[in-house]
């Protein structure tokens, strides 16, 4: 066990729709990252954040959007949901806000879109 | 950006021999690079990593091993046993970290 809790495990949604995803890093961690993995891509950063405030992004598409949290625990947020959006999504924390150190995945949360 | 190879994508072993993963990657100025182990179903493990100033790591039955001047690193795993089958990223990060593809390995009992 990581330490690194995310809710909920499975979610199955239509098109068009609009879902949040919850992550809570290990106790004492600052920084927070989003990966989505999809059979075809592998693992693809999405985004940062350290503290509350965004430090860095990747390959995000503008119809998702995360925040983090005075607790800490951040939300992803994925609106106008298509098939192709269907994928697991991960959660990591690490102690630093750079990104040459140690990350810690939750169990995942697995989208699928309809 | 940062782009890291992964080979192969797939290796099958026999229970006691060993298993090597190679991962090339192409920004010099990364100088983190670890390696994950991914259960079905669970979310990616770090199982060890190395830093750009030294050329290998050990933890009992993994080791892994870096050449800065070729940018390739690999992962070996000794003595495999059927509890080492899952999928093997490795990854190389100096700002963001940037996954290989994964090598899905089997381990024969």
């Known amino acids: 066990d990581s330490g690194v809790t995310q809710t909920p495990k499975h979610l199955i949604t239509a098109t068009g729709q609009r879902v949040t995803l919850r992550c809570s890093p290990r106790?004492?961690?600052?920084?927070v990252y989003w990966y989505q993995q999809s059979l075809d891509q592998g693992l693809q950063f999405l985004i940062q954040?350290?503290?509350?405030?965004?430090?860095a992004k990747g390959n995000i598409l503008e119809r998702f959007s995360a925040q983090q949290f005075p607790d800490l625990h951040s939300e992803l947020n994925l609106s106008s949901l298509e098939l192709g959006d269907s994928a697991l999504y991960f959660c990591?924390?690490?102690?630093?806000?750079?990104?040459?150190?140690?990350?810690?995945f939750g169990p995942g949360t697995r989208l699928t879109v309809t | 950006g940062e782009n890291v190879e992964q080979h192969p994508s797939t290796l099958s072993v026999q229970e006691g021999d060993s298993a090597v993963i190679k991962c090339t990657y192409s920004?010099?100025?990364?100088?983190?690079f670890p390696w994950y182990k991914q259960e079905l179903g669970k979310g990616p493990q770090l199982i060890i990593d190395?830093?750009?100033?030294?050329g290998e790591k050990k933890d009992q039955r993994i080791a892994v091993t870096l050449n800065k001047t070729a940018k390739h690193f690999s992962l070996h795993i000794t003595e495999t046993q059927p509890e080492d089958s899952a999928v093997y990223f490795c990854?190389?990060?100096?700002?963001?970290?940037?996954f290989g593809a994964g090598t899905r390995l089997t381990v024969k009992p």
């Open positions: 920004d010099s100025a990364s100088n983190y």
């Open positions: 106790s004492g961690d600052l920084s």
């Open positions: 990591a924390s690490s102690a630093s806000s750079g990104g040459a150190f140690e990350q810690y």
């Open positions: 990854a190389a990060s100096k700002h963001d970290m940037r």
């Open positions: 954040y350290y503290n509350g405030e965004e430090r």
């Open positions: 190395i830093r750009s100033n030294v």
